[in-house]
C-alpha cells in the first residue's frame, strides 16, 4: 500500500460469540468488521452518521464482494485497513484488506461499493464535505 492513496486503519480483537461451530470466525461476521472498520474510518476523518443526517443523504451499500483466505480465531488481532479505490459522481468503492496481526497472516480481502441516496431513496451527488474528508 504505497502512492497517494488515503489509507485507514481501524483494529479489533475476535471475541468468543463471533466464532462459528468449527472455532473460527463466522464468515458472515466479517460483514460486521467492514461496518465498524467504516464507522472508525469515518471517525478519523471527523465526520459521524449525523453529518449524513445533517446533509439529507446517506450512502447504502449496494455490493459487497470478500475473498476469504485464512481463518482467524478467538482473540487474535486484526487490522483493518481500507482505502477509497474508486470514485463515482453517486457511488465510491471501499477496498479493504484485513490481516491477523496475530497469525501474521491475511485473512480476507472485500470491495464494498456504496451508492448515495437522497431522503427520498433516489441516487444523489457524492456531497462534496465527504468526498474532501475522505480523500
Known sequence: MS???SYLTAYHTVRSYELDSFGHVNNAVFLNYLE???TEYLLQRG???DDFEKWQKYPLVIKVDIEYKYPARVHDKLKLSGYISEWKKSSFTLKYRIDNLSKERL???ADVVFVFTNSQGRPSAIPEQFRSRME
Request: hydrophobic share 40%; charged share 10%.
Open 3 to 5: 502512492g497517494n492513496i
Open 36 to 38: 465498524y472498520a467504516r
Open 47 to 49: 465526520l459521524s452518521f
Open 107 to 109: 485473512c480476507a480481502t
